[in-house]
């Protein structure tokens, strides 16, 4: 059985960092592209970041691009997303995904991060 | 504003059949075969109920179809349950700098 389990959420302040990471299971994790998507409160979905196979191509939505950066860990079968210069826009809950060419198939259960002072 | 465009909200009885569409442009969802739908219940993450227009994942229950004409996809659930109330949220993937866009959501109301 596929999981995605997110943890490292929580409430920060404005201009904080914070690191999400993503078990992943059930599956060969190396041979799957990874994203990162977002739902802010009572709104809907969006894409945040892609990453490849082996870690050398990273792509990201606008709004985010030099404050996080994706990554993983195929020895750890972890997916991560660092967090920089936090802005209180960014408060959502934060999923893990499994990437597809052309959709997601699985996703994680989610987790909330608040920024806020 | 969500690049593409959902009802807000559809409603019907338990067994009758209800649609949502999906509306873009020539440039997105006229122009590729990767539209895809996700349900999701309050609370929860989404889950795949159709992949590239069509195509059902395994352990989707067949009541749930898609199809698309011109610039614009649909979601066909038919003999509506009290179980498919929900969120449902229509999404494309393209080329560019943003290769995943997403409906706004349409909140569905089993009456």
């Known amino acids: 059985e596929v999981q995605l389990v997110e943890s490292g959420g929580g409430l920060v302040q404005p201009g904080g960092s914070l690191r999400l990471s993503c078990a992943a299971s059930?599956?060969?994790?190396?041979?799957?592209?990874m994203s990162w998507f977002r739902q802010a409160p009572e709104k809907g979905l969006e894409w945040v970041a892609n990453?490849?196979?082996?870690?050398?191509?990273?792509y990201y939505v606008d709004s985010v691009r030099g404050r996080f950066t994706i990554s993983r860990d195929n020895a750890k079968n972890s997916l991560y997303l660092q967090m920089n210069s936090l802005r209180t826009e960014d408060t959502a809950v934060y999923y893990c995904a499994r990437k597809r060419p052309t959709y997601i198939d699985y996703w994680g259960q989610g987790i909330l991060v608040t920024v806020s002072s | 504003q969500s690049a593409l465009t959902q009802p807000a909200s559809v409603s019907g009885s338990p067994g009758q059949s209800i649609t949502i569409s999906c509306t873009g442009t020539s440039s997105d969802v006229g122009g590729y075969n990767s539209v895809s739908w996700y349900q999701q219940h309050p609370g929860k993450a989404p889950k795949l109920m159709i992949y590239e227009v069509t195509n059902r994942p395994s352990g989707v229950s067949n009541r749930f179809s898609g199809s698309k004409s011109g610039n614009t996809a649909s979601l066909t659930i038919s003999g509506l349950q009290a179980e498919d109330e929900s969120d449902y949220y229509c999404s494309l993937y393209r080329s560019g700098s943003t290769p995943v866009v997403f409906g706004g959501g349409t909140k569905l109301t089993v009456l």
């Open positions: 990453i490849n196979l082996d870690d050398t191509e990273k």
């Open positions: 059930g599956f060969t994790f190396s041979s799957y592209w």
